[in-house]
């Protein structure tokens, strides 16, 4: 395998660029600084020209320990008995809750999938939700197990409903079916087929009949045994949910959605079943939703809008009683089987709620909200000696998580104040806590039984504090706020050794005004501090003789240092400061080994790995950071929007490592190593496009800068910078035979001119370029050369209301000649891709559609239906037999009935979809095949790549590096390397193999 570099241009302002064993600095200005650097460099046997920089760490978020729902609350459903009351969440969770006290008793992980229903059977068996990810799940309602998974649906689950007698399942989904399963089984029986998306389902109380509405407007409504329908209900409005009245089923109500004079009006409607008539209009209002629900004996329906649930009398229209102080929006109501309680859920993306009511009262019996922040501080979280439980702060208790079953097992109880820190004993069986109330309390772990109770004073102005290896003592980290400045030689800063045993103490002074963190070496002799002014100290702690400081300097600007760590193995000390600077010493000699600027803010956290090769750590950005423990280099920014991060700690075993941030939620993550790569760097700003040149010598990236760079894949060298575009640029690609490099970007219009493309063909002997389209063409958003090198394909036209104007131009580029003329899109295509022989060609666009075009007839072969969101990237495979898309949003906000953020590969021949590919969290913007079409690679919005199994459809790799989107991906002509071009102004190339020597 080649060695490994980073690169960057001189002349750009500085930014952090690192190398294994050679950092290069920013934004450190001292001398000095720079000075030790290269001394550590020089020492870490790395010669000038790089060394192999190691797999990087890769942390996937595994799972969360908490227990409240982190995004929207979708949908709830009672149990027959009334007992237990399920929720699902966009959080990819369904939640089980006591309905008498709230409280949560089971967590069931559907995985990354958004869970948009759930349902629950007649015999209380059954629990059935629908994902977004197509796939229908079924789980034991009585211990959580997962039963079935059914899967068919192309499209999310919208709504899932079980027939009064518990035999049949229903599920409608956005892939415009309706799909009836046998519940015992898990077969599909039949498959109904909408005009549009389907949104809700709804058996009628005999379980004869199915209703079914979307977005095509109608209710229709099938016969279940036969599939046969027996009306349809034309209502002019989208349906956003369907329950029929019970006992008999006579009336239909529906919560509608309709766009008028500009804004979206939602309304609850009744419907006679038997004659199709619309009996009343309910709750009317300006936007959201509408969910309905009928009481069990059909007299009153509740509807659940805006952020109140209104209950109606059924006959007479009439308003029965307001339930309000949700908090945010309601998505989803339901009636419990007693008649006496109203439930309802809902909230923002980031924010969620589960409440229940009484129906009779209108009193809110209990809430459990997400959304308020946890302020807290550093050692909320510990993990037992054995790896299988999680302890966390919260307010004033300690609570206990089980790993393996992701559950709240038990909750300790007793401090009067603020709990700010939690360690397990040495055996795991007990467990201390100390808290603002100034005690330090020790628990059984096992029994939940506080043993005993210490009152120490010394616990007043604490900063942080830690267990010593042997769980005998603690230091604490602990100061004072000085309104005034003191005396030089007054010092508030203190650390202190507490033996839990004997309750004595020691103190010692050092710091200025605080110890912000403390930390024991492995050994248990050691005991580092950070504090004031960039300091960071090292004590003995049988003497407690100070034995070194170091300064953890920003360019002489001295920084408060927040985080402090010890190695594994005690050979290196790491601290954190309030600028965002990270610095690595070895403990011994005192040598500074490595600086970073990484999180640009306070770095709270910093642990090292179990295995001590890498340093993470947490800031008050919400992310968290891997570096390379032994050079600095980083290889990681995982970024989930938990807000600060205020503790980090690996497991004892493994490669977990546990999270704790502000939003008062555990998030347990997977190291999983991810392919090392090359970061080429110096464009000069976001890469849109990034292309290989044929004989892997050459790699050129474009953007919105207008600028086209070339560096040498080898060294990294920037060989060239072409300018002579005047537009942003989104599309860049080499000829077959590497003589020409063409550029394409789309001129913005002023208003009263339109939008013009332009694209450049460069000649890569001399980079001199000629103009291709004339001004009248004017969305150059991709282009591709063909496989014989003659033509070049370019996107064109412009969406005209009405007028299929929108396509792809094929030009002969060495004349400028137009060939022909491809129209068949609705809206400016976004991607395209020639087929391997040249005579097919695949375009996507917003439509949202793929079209897969015969070019000898200049006719679409086949138009491929299935994403439902921006088709941002095509690709054919290099024998012409599957194409693979990729769909999603170009943002991060992802709608309810928006982003399917997917890949689907499709048979050429037969236009089915052979698989859809899962898992990505944002919008895919990204696809390549490999040259031996053995993997297929695809990028996303969160700067996630993900590699696949093209024939089985199962991911197979992720690789982590790019801090945001993943615009551009492509393979070296002999399957390599992968180059991937992102937001983040790095292209990074992949070695998947290792090269020949």
Same mark, same amino acid.
């Given at each position: ?56 760490? =890769? ?87 997962? #039963? ?5 649906? #192309? ?20 892939? #415009? ?95 006679? @079943? ?29 509807? =659940? ?81 054995? =790896? ?195 610095? @690595? ?79 008062? @939620? ?145 030009? +002969? ?69 599957? @194409? ?47 040259? +031996? ?29 790019? #801090? ?34």
């Amino acid at each position: 395998m080649r060695s490994l570099r980073v690169y960057r241009s001189w002349w750009l302002v500085p930014m952090l660029a690192v190398a294994t064993g050679a950092v290069v600095l920013s934004r450190i200005g001292a001398r000095d600084a720079e000075r030790r650097n290269e001394e550590a460099k020089s020492t870490s046997g790395s010669g000038a020209d790089g060394a192999v920089l190691p797999a990087a760490l =890769g942390l996937e978020l595994r799972c969360t320990l908490t227990d409240m729902h982190l995004r929207e609350a979708t949908s709830v459903a009672f149990s027959p008995d009334s007992r237990t009351l399920a929720s699902g969440s966009r959080d990819g969770s369904i939640r089980l809750w006591d309905a008498d006290t709230g409280a949560c008793v089971r967590t069931l992980i559907a995985g990354d999938a958004a869970v948009w229903s759930v349902a629950v059977s007649p015999d209380g068996r059954m629990l059935v939700g629908g994902d977004s990810d197509g796939i229908v799940r079924v789980w034991d309602l009585a211990t959580g197990a997962l #039963r079935s998974s059914l899967r068919g649906h #192309r499209g999310g689950v919208t709504s899932v409903a079980v027939s009064p007698d518990g035999t049949t399942l229903a599920s409608g989904s956005r892939d #415009r079916t309706v799909r009836l399963w046998d519940a015992r089984t898990g077969e599909p029986t039949r498959t109904l087929t909408a005009k549009r998306n389907v949104v809700a389902v709804a058996f009628t109380p005999d379980g004869q009949w199915l209703a079914s509405g979307g977005v095509d407007e109608t209710i229709s409504l099938w016969h279940v045994e036969t599939g046969e329908p027996l009306k349809t209900i034309d209502t002019e409005s989208w349906i956003t949910s369907l329950a029929f009245s019970p006992p008999a089923g006579a009336t239909l109500a529906a919560g509608t959605k309709a766009l008028r004079d500009r804004r979206y009006h939602t309304e609850a409607r009744l419907w006679d @079943v038997e004659t199709g008539e619309l009996i009343h209009t309910l709750a009317e209002r300006v936007g959201g939703a509408i969910s309905v629900a009928f009481s069990p004996d059909g007299r009153t329906l509740a509807t =659940g809008g805006g952020s109140e649930v209104q209950l109606w009398d059924v006959a007479t229209a009439e308003l029965k009683r307001t339930m309000t102080d949700a908090g945010s929006p309601i998505a989803a109501v339901a009636f419990g089987p007693n008649g006496r309680h109203v439930a309802g859920c809902g909230g923002w993306s980031r924010s969620a709620f589960v409440a229940l009511w009484d129906a009779q009262t209108g009193e809110k019996l209990w809430t459990m909200q997400r959304g308020k922040r946890e302020y807290q501080s550093k050692c909320q979280i510990a993990v037992s000696p054995d =790896g299988e439980k999680v302890a966390s702060a919260r307010r004033g208790e300690v609570r206990i998580w089980d790993v393996e079953t992701r559950t709240l097992g038990t909750t300790l109880r007793g401090h009067s104040d603020r709990v700010t820190f939690v360690g397990f004993g040495r055996e795991g069986t007990t467990l201390w806590s100390a808290g603002n109330d100034r005690t330090l309390r020790q628990w059984d772990v096992r029994r939940g039984a506080l043993l005993r109770t210490l009152e120490e004073p010394l616990l007043a102005g604490v900063q942080s504090i830690c267990l010593s290896p042997d769980a005998g003592t603690v230091v604490i980290g602990s100061g004072a706020h000085v309104m005034s400045q003191p005396p030089v030689e007054k010092q508030y800063g203190r650390v202190t050794l507490f033996d839990l045993s004997t309750g004595k103490s020691r103190t010692w002074t050092g710091h200025r005004y605080f110890a912000h963190d403390v930390a024991f070496s492995p050994d248990g002799r050691t005991v580092v501090s950070g504090g004031d002014e960039g300091t960071v100290k090292l004590w003995d702690a049988g003497t407690g003789k100070l034995k070194r400081t170091l300064a953890a300097d920003d360019g002489g600007d001295l920084s408060d240092v927040y985080s402090v760590a010890f190695s594994p193995d005690g050979a290196l000390v790491a601290a954190g400061t309030e600028s965002g600077l990270v610095s @690595v010493w070895e403990a011994a000699a005192g040598r500074l080994v490595w600086t970073a600027q990484g999180h640009g803010e306070r770095v709270n956290t910093l642990s090292f790995s179990r295995d001590g090769r890498t340093l993470i750590g947490g800031g008050y950005g919400g992310t968290l950071r891997v570096w390379d423990a032994a050079s600095g280099a980083e290889l990681q920014a995982a970024a989930e929007r938990m807000g600060i991060v205020w503790d980090v700690v690996p497991f004892p075993q493994g490669d977990m490592v546990a999270s704790y941030s502000e939003d008062g @939620v555990v998030r347990l993550w997977s190291g999983q190593p991810t392919l090392p790569s090359r970061i080429l760097m110096g464009h000069e700003g976001p890469i849109s496009a990034v292309a290989l040149s044929p004989d892997g010598q050459e790699v050129a990236g474009a953007g919105p800068g207008g600028t086209v760079t070339v560096w040498d894949a080898d060294t990294g060298e920037e060989k060239q910078a072409l300018r002579g575009h005047g537009c942003p640029l989104r599309a860049v690609a080499f000829s077959p035979d590497g003589k020409w490099l063409a550029s394409g970007g789309t001129k913005d219009g002023d208003g009263e001119t339109r939008d013009r493309g332009e694209v450049l063909v460069w000649d890569t002997g001399t980079w001199e370029s000629t103009a291709l389209l004339p001004e009248n063409d004017d969305a150059a958003n991709a282009l591709a050369f063909s496989p014989d090198g003659k033509t070049l394909a370019v996107t064109s036209g412009r969406w005209d209301q009405g007028n299929q104007t929108c396509g792809v131009t094929l030009w +002969d580029f060495r004349t400028g000649a137009k060939l022909a003329s491809l129209h068949g899109h609705t809206s400016q295509v976004k991607s395209l891709a020639f087929g391997p022989d040249g005579r097919m060609l695949v375009t996507g666009g917003p439509d949202p559609r793929v079209i897969v075009w015969d070019l000898e007839r200049g006719e679409p072969a086949a138009t491929l239906r299935g994403h439902s969101g921006l088709v941002n990237a095509v690709a054919f495979s290099p024998d012409g037999r599957t @194409v693979a898309s990729g769909a999603g949003t170009m943002s991060n906000v992802v709608t309810r009935m928006g982003s399917d953020g997917e890949v689907i590969v499709w048979d050429a021949q037969t236009r089915e979809g052979k698989h859809v590919l899962k898992g990505h969290r944002g919008g895919v913007l990204s696809v390549a095949t490999s040259p +031996d079409g053995q993997t297929l690679a695809s990028g996303d919005r969160r700067g996630t790549i993900m590699l696949w199994d093209a024939r089985t459809g199962e991911r197979t790799r992720t690789l982590r590096g790019h #801090r945001s989107a993943v615009y551009s991906l492509a393979f070296s002509a002999d399957g390599m390397t992968l180059a991937s071009g992102s937001e983040d102004r790095t292209v990074r190339l992949w070695e998947l193999k290792p090269k020949p020597q």
